[in-house]
C-alpha cells in the first residue's frame, strides 16, 4: 500500500464517471478495464452473481460432456458436428460470463498482487485453494475413469486423439477459470457508496 | 473471519472527520470496498492496515480497534 496505491484508487473512482467515448480515448491497462462498471445489472446483486457463476460451471460441464462424446462418439455417426455444435455453444456462454466475472470482483483473479490491496490477496488465496481441491477432485475422477475404460476392454485400448484434445481442453479451461468462479460465487454485497 | 471477531470504530471516526469511504480507501492505499468490508466486521485488517487506520485518524489503535464490543456512548456515565 503507498501513494501510488492510492492514487490509482482515486483514478478508478474518476474513471467510473466517464462516458464510453472518453473510456475510447484513454488508454486504458488491464487493471483499469477491470475496475469499469460494465453492464453493472449482471452483477449487482449476489443473486445475479451466483447466476453467473452458475453459467461459467455450465460451460464448463459442456467441454466435459464434449470430451465424453469426443471418446465415445465415432465420426462417421455425425459425432464431429455434435462436437463443433457443443463447442460453439460452450464458447457463447463462456467468454460473456467470463468477462462479466472478472468485472464483478473487480479482477480479483487476473490481476497481479500489485494491484490488489490485503483483502483481495487473502480472498484470492482462499478462491484458488477451493478450486485446487475441486480440480484435485476431478483429476481422480479422470484417473478413476481411465482404469476402469482399460480393465474392461480386452488388450490395448486406444483412446482417440480427439478426445484427448478435447479432454486437455477441459482439464485447462477447469484450471484457468474455477478460481474466477469460486471467487464470485463467495463474493457479499458491498455496502452501497457514501453520498458525497 | 471465523471466531476471530474484531470491532471496530470506523463509521463514527469517518463520520467525525467527514471522511467518505472512497477516499479514506485511497489514502490508505486499499480498494473502497475493502473498508466496507472492515467497517462491517467482514474482514480483520492486518496489523500493519490497522497501525495506518489509527494513524491516519491520529488516535491510538484501540480507539479504532477492539476484541470486545465498545460500549454505548453516555452508558460509562456514573450517576
Known sequence: ?196 | MGAEEVYNRIPMLRAERGVSRKELAAALGVHYQTIGYLERGEYSPSLYLALRIAEYFEVPLEVVFALKPFPRLGSEVKR
Not at chain 1, 449487482?44 to 471418446?71: D, H
Open chain 1, 1 to 196: 500500500m503507498s501513494e501510488r496505491e492510492g492514487a490509482r484508487q482515486v483514478r478508478w473512482a474518476e474513471l467510473k464517471k466517464m462516458s464510453w467515448s472518453e473510456y475510447r480515448q484513454m488508454n486504458l491497462s488491464r487493471a483499469d478495464i477491470m475496475q469499469l462498471d460494465m453492464l453493472p445489472g449482471w452483477y449487482a446483486t449476489r443473486k445475479r452473481r451466483r447466476w453467473l457463476a452458475g453459467a461459467g460451471m455450465f460451460s464448463l460441464a459442456l467441454q466435459w460432456i464434449n470430451a465424453a462424446v469426443s471418446w465415445a462418439a465415432e465420426p462417421d455417426d455425425g459425432g464431429n458436428w455434435i462436437i463443433l455444435t457443443l463447442l460453439a455453444v460452450m464458447m457463447v456462454i463462456y467468454l460473456p460470463a467470463v468477462t462479466l466475472m472478472n468485472i464483478a470482483t473487480r479482477g480479483l483473479v487476473e490481476l497481479t498482487e500489485r494491484h490488489l490491496d490485503e483483502r483481495q490477496v487473502g480472498e484470492r488465496l482462499r478462491a484458488t485453494t477451493i478450486a485446487h481441491r475441486i480440480t484435485t477432485g476431478l483429476l481422480a475422477a479422470c484417473f478413476v475413469t481411465a482404469v476402469v475404460a482399460g480393465v474392461g476392454g480386452e488388450g490395448d485400448y486406444v483412446v482417440p486423439e480427439r478426445a484427448v484434445i478435447m479432454l486437455i481442453v477441459a482439464l485447462a479451461m477447469t484450471h484457468l477459470v474455477l478460481p474466477l468462479i469460486v471467487s464470485t460465487w463467495r463474493l457479499p454485497d458491498p455496502l452501497p457508496d457514501d453520498e458525497e
